[in-house]
């Protein structure tokens, strides 16, 4: 069974007890762990898949509690460093009545955006089969370094390198800069998945077509994936395109559908490369991720949303 290794940022959710109204409105919040990588880490283990996760949390109780949770859940936490210095980051979120959100962080900085080139285990990531990674860790040194080598270490390695831009604009220091940097290493990925809404933005077209999804391909890439939401997914592959439906759920909380997903399709693509090649097959994985994803918009928050693979399959089966 191969090693999926996840890196760059775990982080604390903090999730409205109530949806539809503003921060300031907000009665309390539910404390939800959270940081797409670290999502994806997770789905991974939870659907008993095995994973690791890299990044940097505070030396704080967040960030001690953070590495629990990932032991917990049988992620392996050699590729975590605290950092005395730096609290672990907080995300203060938005439920809009429909399920969408938006995010508020607190990072002045946070440790995650410390995590130095030195801190890597490099030896773990060259055991991993798939490394996953998104963009928030290129927004700022000396992370964003520590990303680069280790995509660098992975790819010599013979990893599969998978990429989730996963934009968060507000942690920008502009949309210009957040589009440049997160295509500076969109040719090295091999699997790349996007949201409609991430579709958009790198495009600069309004369209979620083919043809739009097609001007994101490089040379290189195996497979492209558009997430929809409520839509459903769509692939790209050199040799076949096509889209399979969503499950029909009642959204509470979408935070952490998409990591739901990415983590359920990297379970099954590090131990059957023939995936990729095969159509029937990956609409059969992409079925499967979906219904990941529709499960983890049923409750609050990402990590505590994730499913088993058993959840998934009584799902699927009742669907
Ligand atoms: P995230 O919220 O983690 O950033 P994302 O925007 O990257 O997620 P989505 O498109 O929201 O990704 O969701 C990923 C997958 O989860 C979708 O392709 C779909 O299969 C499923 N999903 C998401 N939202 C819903 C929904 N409201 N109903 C049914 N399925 C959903």
Redesign the pocket.
């Known amino acids: 069974e191969g090693l999926i290794v996840s890196f760059g940022e775990m982080l604390i959710d903090f999730v409205p007890t109530v949806s539809g109204v503003s921060l300031a409105e907000a009665p309390g919040f539910l404390k939800a762990p959270g940081g797409?990588p670290a999502?994806v880490a997770i789905a991974v283990s939870r659907l008993g898949g095995k994973s690791a996760f890299v990044g940097k949390l505070g030396d704080d109780e967040f960030g001690h509690m953070l590495a629990g949770i990932l032991k917990e859940n049988n992620v392996r936490a050699d590729g975590i460093n605290f950092d005395k210095g730096a609290r672990t980051a907080l995300a203060f979120v938005t439920l809009r009545a429909d399920?969408e959100r938006e995010f508020m962080f607190y990072r002045n900085p946070s440790a995650d955006m410390l995590l130095t080139p030195e801190d890597l285990n490099l030896e773990l990531i060259r055991s991993a089969k798939v490394f996953h990674y998104g963009s928030i860790s290129l927004i700022v040194e000396p992370c964003r370094s520590a990303h680069l080598k280790a995509m660098e270490v992975a790819k010599d390695a013979g990893c599969l390198l998978s990429y989730?831009p996963?934009l968060r604009l507000p942690l920008w220091p502009s949309p210009e800069e957040a589009r440049k940097q997160i295509l500076s290493i969109w040719d090295k990925a091999d699997l790349i998945?996007v949201?409609?809404?991430?579709l958009e933005f790198l495009t600069g077209s309004d369209k979620i077509d083919d043809a739009s999804a097609l001007s994101l391909w490089h040379p290189n890439l195996k497979l492209l994936l558009v997430?929809?939401?409520?839509n459903?997914?769509r692939y790209y592959t050199k040799n076949f395109k096509g889209s399979v439906d969503?499950?029909?759920?009642n959204?509470v909380d979408?935070?952490?559908?998409?990591?739901?997903?990415v983590g359920a399709l990297l379970g099954k693509i590090v131990d059957d490369q023939s995936i990729l090649e095969d159509e029937a097959k990956l609409r059969e994985v992409l079925k499967f991720?979906?219904a990941?994803?529709?499960i983890?918009?049923t409750k609050k928050g990402?990590i505590p949303a994730l499913p088993s693979e058993a959840d998934v399959l009584s799902f699927i089966k009742n669907a």
């Open positions: 797409a999502n399920g989730d996963n998945k949201s409609d809404v991430e997430t929809l939401g409520e459903g997914s969503a499950f029909h759920v959204a979408t935070t952490g559908a998409g990591d739901s997903f991720a979906n990941c994803g529709a983890t918009t990402a």
